[in-house]
């Protein structure tokens, strides 16, 4: 290939004749023109020699710079700090420079929530109802669930734009209690059933819980990256699993009732109990999320969406409960949450791979119906009033007498705390820094509070409604309507001491607060 030196030289240069033929033709315009003509010809090929030198340079220039774009990086040039927002980073491999990724963190957490109890009421008295209609306004107790939470994982590149995250996080205390309302302590009828039996304390607290709940494994891709491609966003997808580990969360006294009875009793009566309180929700769970992000000098920001859906495990108080016949809802709440926020880089030193970062974003989660546990799972679940502690039929079949009756052979259904919770949502916001000391350190720092909406914590339906036409089955779901007698099938998860309208418990005022430090270590 020729060089552009070479070009220029060739091209700046004029053809070269033969020397008896530039000899003839200088005589021939020596005798013909005379010498001023000579010195005129003379003149004219010094300008077309500058034109040639000059077409040359550009043709050169043009050659040039598309070979200099191409050229590798010298060996001494240093690397540039080139990741993307904290919200759309993905630790990756085999990259210019950069063959493997291994992040690894570890991070503390704590949660406060606080939520406001209250209880539904016909009753007629001044301050709570006219009788005529079912008002929610009855104060019951304040509930606080409290926990600490030691972060670990590891961020592992597999390929470009590709990590596998693993997480194993440890619950170091889990608080729950239920303390006095503005008075509501000194009104136990409000904690009673039609009976008369108190339902649950208040105070009532919870055992002191810890361990491990569950092993998180998952993978982002970033699909476009800016920091490759600068005419692009980032954009970056994820899906992971979550494994259920821990002793199961069976519902609890923070102080047993009399010495030598056991904290957690038995709901099915089969053993004296334990105390065992277990810690993990004993959930599988699926999760999923997406966020976009681009870079606008200092200032990046972004948007995401997250999902959540959990699966009971058998061996859970909770998976008891589920696939049951005749029950509406038989897994937790499906979770959605949509956020946006931009980060500020006020100051970066990219070869010397530090950077300060201020994050700000808010976000909005809508959690479905589904059996949860609530503020009142370990009060409810070990309640000793007869309206919770008989089981449920497991089903009904046709009786003796010709009329639907409890059927035998279906195991009957004990309470367990676990409640049926009506949808909700939340919104809030959080603020965090970012401090990169070097290319190996990073530290993260930052707050959070959310706002809970109003809901139901104990709402299962009587019936199912979605089967009317099979009367040996339908039990006491029957009306006085005679185009339509069958209402559904029993629900057997429905305790109308709890789930009836005028009866029900509700979280009202709730909100949400958290901090967390983070330190992480970038191989």
Same mark, same amino acid.
């Given at each position: 290939?020729?060089?552009?030196? &070479?070009?220029?030289?060739?091209? *700046?240069?004029?053809?070269?004749? !033969?020397? %008896?033929?530039?000899? #003839?033709? /200088? @005589? +021939?315009?020596?005798?013909?023109?005379?010498?001023?003509?000579?010195?005129?010809?003379?003149?004219?090929?010094? &300008?077309?020699?500058?034109?040639? *030198?000059?077409?040359?340079?550009? !043709?050169? %220039?043009?050659?040039? #710079?598309? /070979? @200099? +774009?191409?050229?590798p990086k010298a060996p001494g040039e240093p690397r540039?700090?080139?990741?993307?927002?904290?919200?759309?980073?993905?630790?990756?491999?085999?990259?210019?420079?950069?063959?493997?990724?291994?992040?690894?963190?570890?991070?503390?957490?704590?949660?406060?929530?606080?939520?406001?109890?209250?209880?539904?009421?016909?009753?007629?008295?001044?301050?709570?109802?006219?009788?005529?209609?079912?008002?929610?306004?009855?104060?019951?107790?304040?509930?606080?669930?409290?926990?600490?939470?030691?972060?670990?994982?590891?961020?592992?590149?597999?390929?470009?734009d590709l990590a596998l995250k693993v997480r194993l996080?440890?619950?170091?205390?889990?608080?729950?209690?239920?303390?006095?309302?503005?008075?509501?302590?000194?009104?136990?009828?409000?904690?009673?059933?039609?009976?008369?039996?108190?339902?649950?304390?208040?105070?009532?607290?919870?055992?002191?819980?810890?361990?491990?709940?569950?092993?998180?494994?998952?993978?982002?891709?970033?699909?476009?990256?800016?920091?490759?491609?600068?005419?692009?966003?980032?954009?970056?997808?994820?899906?992971?699993?979550?494994?259920?580990?821990?002793?199961?969360?069976?519902?609890?006294?923070?102080?047993?009732?009399?010495?030598?009875?056991?904290?957690?009793?038995?709901?099915?009566?089969?053993?004296?109990?334990?105390?065992?309180?277990?810690?993990?929700?004993?959930?599988?769970?699926?999760?999923?999320?997406?966020?976009?992000?681009?870079?606008?000098?200092?200032?990046?920001?972004?948007?995401?969406?997250?999902?959540?859906?959990?699966?009971?495990?058998?061996?859970?108080?909770?998976?008891?409960?589920?696939?049951?016949?005749?029950?509406?809802?038989?897994?937790?709440?499906?979770?959605?949450?949509?956020?946006?926020?931009?980060?500020?880089?006020?100051?970066?030193?990219?070869?010397?791979?530090?950077?300060?970062?201020?994050?700000?974003?808010?976000?909005?989660?809508?959690?479905?119906?589904?059996?949860?546990?609530?503020?009142?799972?370990?009060?409810?679940?070990?309640?000793?009033?007869?309206?919770?502690?008989?089981?449920?039929?497991?089903?009904?079949?046709?009786?003796?007498?010709?009329?639907?009756?409890?059927?035998?052979?279906?195991?009957?259904?004990?309470?367990?705390?676990?409640?049926?919770?009506?949808?909700?949502?939340?919104?809030?916001?959080?603020?965090?820094?970012?401090?990169?000391?070097?290319?190996?350190?990073?530290?993260?720092?930052?707050?959070?509070?959310?706002?809970?909406?109003?809901?139901?914590?104990?709402?299962?339906?009587?019936?199912?409604?979605?089967?009317?036409?099979?009367?040996?089955?339908?039990?006491?779901?029957?009306?006085?309507?005679?185009?339509?007698?069958?209402?559904?099938?029993?629900?057997?998860?429905?305790?109308?001491?709890?789930?009836?309208?005028?009866?029900r418990f509700s979280s009202d005022d709730g909100s949400?607060?958290?901090?967390?430090?983070?330190?992480?270590?970038?191989?």
């Open positions: 290939m020729v060089g552009p030196r &070479a070009l220029l030289r060739t091209l *700046a240069s004029p053809p070269r004749l !033969a020397p %008896s033929v530039a000899t #003839s033709r /200088a @005589r +021939a315009v020596v005798g013909a023109r005379g010498e001023s003509r000579a010195r005129g010809a003379s003149r004219a090929r010094g &300008a077309s020699r500058a034109l040639a *030198a000059a077409a040359a340079l550009a !043709a050169a %220039s043009a050659l040039a #710079s598309p /070979a @200099r +774009a191409e050229e540039l700090l080139r990741e993307t927002a904290e919200a759309t980073s993905v630790v990756d491999a085999f990259d210019d420079g950069d063959l493997f990724d291994l992040h690894l963190f570890l991070g503390f957490e704590q949660r406060w929530r606080s939520s406001n109890v209250r209880r539904e009421t016909a009753l007629a008295q001044p301050g709570l109802s006219t009788g005529g209609f079912v008002a929610n306004n009855e104060n019951v107790a304040h509930a606080t669930h409290n926990q600490s939470l030691l972060h670990r994982g590891a961020d592992i590149g597999i390929f470009k996080p440890v619950i170091l205390s889990d608080t729950r209690d239920l303390t006095d309302l503005e008075g509501a302590a000194a009104n136990p009828q409000r904690r009673a059933d039609p009976s008369g039996a108190l339902l649950f304390p208040v105070p009532f607290s919870s055992p002191a819980r810890s361990g491990v709940d569950y092993i998180g494994v998952g993978l982002d891709y970033a699909i476009f990256n800016q920091q490759r491609d600068d005419a692009r966003p980032t954009w970056v997808i994820g899906v992971g699993g979550r494994f259920g580990i821990g002793s199961p969360l069976r519902p609890c006294r923070g102080e047993a009732v009399a010495e030598g009875v056991p904290r957690c009793p038995d709901v099915t009566g089969a053993t004296a109990g334990t105390d065992d309180a277990g810690i993990s929700r004993a959930m599988n769970t699926v999760t999923a999320h997406t966020t976009f992000s681009k870079r606008l000098g200092p200032v990046e920001p972004y948007v995401g969406l997250d999902f959540l859906v959990e699966f009971p495990q058998g061996r859970s108080v909770f998976g008891q409960t589920s696939n049951l016949e005749g029950a509406l809802l038989n897994r937790p709440p499906v979770v959605g949450t949509i956020m946006t926020g931009v980060e500020v880089v006020p100051w970066e030193e990219r070869e010397q791979f530090r950077r300060l970062v201020i994050d700000a974003r808010i976000f909005g989660t809508y959690r479905s119906p589904g059996r949860d546990y609530s503020e009142l799972f370990d009060a409810l679940g070990t309640s000793t009033a007869p309206s919770l502690t008989t089981p449920n039929p497991g089903g009904y079949t046709l009786g003796p007498d010709g009329n639907s009756a409890a059927d035998p052979s279906k195991p009957p259904v004990y309470f367990t705390g676990v409640t049926d919770v009506q949808a909700h949502g939340a919104v809030g916001g959080h603020v965090s820094v970012v401090w990169q000391a070097g290319e190996y350190v990073k530290f993260t720092g930052g707050v959070s509070l959310a706002f809970l909406q109003p809901h139901l914590i104990t709402s299962a339906d009587a019936c199912n409604p979605d089967i009317t036409n099979d009367s040996d089955r339908a039990g006491p779901c029957r009306s006085q309507n005679l185009a339509q007698p069958i209402t559904g099938i029993p629900n057997p998860n429905h305790r109308a001491v709890i789930d009836l309208p005028g009866r949400m607060v958290g901090f967390w430090l983070n330190g992480v270590v970038m191989f």
